[in-house]
């Protein structure tokens, strides 16, 4: 078993894909750094954060891009962002047959936050436009920055995400709303809190997560690999009718639980006996359980 | 300006716009055409709950007027910065916006946005930054976080920050600066109708934005990287 967590991005992506498959456009060697972080006097990294490539996935051709946690908390800036909209226009082009996008940040680079805004739009329209071809695109969430920030929206364009319970998945993070509206509104600290709120296991319950895996590569790789193949069978263009039902899956939902304060009390709602013990559970004890309760369908 | 002035400067042909708790939405007309309208105003924060009407307004258009026009008004301070909204998935939330906007598009409606006001991050995301143009008045305050706030987080001086901000507009807040990245397609100063009628002429769904941030030197390198990615050939084993 190895770690997806503890894992660098290079190491996730080579061990997500078919073993010696995966080969990297603009890597290090090539030096696309950013061009502004240097003038705020912040570090470079000679792939700015973002490992991007092509592989195969048991034996499917596919694009991968894996965010580097450990720069800039995955951080998005004007060249990272611009490596991800290249590679889904390749992936077009190429047609491969999925785009799977490991993302790992906690939203938009500030020394380049205007870059970053606007790119991450550009990241919408092109998965959009990846999935207008009819190329399904996975999003894995597993790394200990989660996935905040735009890039949470992203996510949430995709046709499928898969996450491990360790993975977060949210907009603005609590550090951020514990700042705009006190300890009262969000407690950052409690960090039992923030993963009943964010976390692998609510996202699922509530369906907008599709998956939850154990903290390990091959988890995430078998999950990856299924939800390709069930995808294969679908059309994974956006369509009125699917958007019609996900406006009404979103009002169900927040009809049902707009009134809650605590996802406890959700999962109590979606009837779970005992909602304090689904912290405990096991990835596979869990998906067991919450299968018989979850909500929601993926657009 | 306030939505009521806006309207009546845009829409000199008449609208029945109307606002119930900060969300905007009616008709108007442009030139021979009815538009339909949708936003924001008082620089309300986007919640769950605002974002599913815009997103139920969009796909309303989508099913009853095929190809209608539509203009996006925008007056945000960015996303609700709330525990309950983050529970319930605000991202969800936003990018399902985002999708009905997009979806408009593909289906053969040209999307127009406005920062008639306030634009920040994630409410902005997913309104003006998913049409097919967007544009700002001159008074329009565009922004992920201002510079005292940046001067904190980066620790970076705050007169070095203005200073720096003069010469690059990746990081200052400001209508002309997202201009120059491409990010807005032309800031409309005087008569306001006649320019988003041009506008609405002008609108194609191929996003143009990084090369237009090229052109403009505001976002040298995204086109560059863009280009580089689709070009490489010789990919190399990582």
Known sequence: MSSYLEASARERIRMLLDAGSFSEYLPPAARFTSPHLGQLDAPVAFD????????????????????????????????????????LKRAVAERVDAVV?????????????????????????????????GIPVLVLVGGANGCFGGMGIVARCANAVIMSEEGRLAMSGPEV???????????????????????????????DCDAVVPDDIAAFRAAAADAIERLARQAPALT??????????????????GGRSEPMQIWADLGI??????????????????????????? | MNWQELASQLFPGGHDIQEQDHFLSGTARVGEQTVAVIGTTDHTPIGIEIALAQAQAVLAVV????????????????????????????????????????????????????????????GFIT?????????????????????????????????RLVELAKDNPVFAPGARNY?????????????????????????????RRAELGAERGGRKWSQQVVQAVLAESHARAA
């Open chain 1, 240 to 257: 009125l009718q699917e958007l019609e039902a996900e406006q009404r899956m979103l009002e169900q939902r927040l009809s049902a639980f």
């Open chain 1, 177 to 207: 709303i514990e700042t705009a509206g006190g300890v009262e509104e969000f407690d950052s600290r409690d960090r039992a809190l923030v993963w009943r709120t964010t976390g692998g296991k609510h996202r699922y319950l509530l369906g």
């Open chain 1, 101 to 133: 996008l490991l993302l790992e940040t906690g939203g938009v680079r500030l020394h380049e936050a205007n870059a970053g805004l606007i790119a991450v739009s550009e990241v919408m329209r092109a998965l959009l436009d990846v999935r207008e071809a």
């Open chain 2, 63 to 122: 099913r009853e007027h095929p190809r209608r026009s539509i203009v996006i008004l925008v007056d945000t301070q960015g996303q609700r910065l709330r525990h309950r909204d983050e529970m319930l998935g605000i991202n969800s939330y936003m990018a399902h916006l985002g999708k009905c906007i997009d979806l408009a598009r593909r289906r053969g409606h040209r999307v127009i946005g406005l920062v008639y006001d306030q634009a920040l991050s994630g």
């Open chain 1, 48 to 87: 700015d954060g973002v490992v991007i490539g092509a592989g195969s996935l048991q034996g499917r051709k596919v694009m991968a891009a894996a965010q580097e946690g450990g720069f800039m908390g995955g951080a998005v800036g004007e060249v990272h962002v611009a490596k991800l909209v290249g590679l």
């Open chain 1, 273 to 299: 006996a005992q909602p304090e013990q689904v912290p405990m559970l096991d990835a596979r004890a869990f998906t067991d359980l919450a299968d018989r309760h979850r909500t929601g369908a993926q657009t």
């Open chain 2, 127 to 159: 309104s003006g930054l998913m049409a097919d143009a967007c544009y700002a008045l001159p008074q329009a305050t565009i922004r992920v976080m201002g510079l005292p706030a940046m001067a904190r987080i980066t620790k970076v001086p705050e007169e």
């Open chain 2, 179 to 207: 201009l120059a990245m491409g990010g807005v397609e032309a800031i409309w100063d005087g008569d306001l109708a006649a320019q988003l009628e041009q506008a609405l002429t002008q609108a194609t769904p191929q996003d």
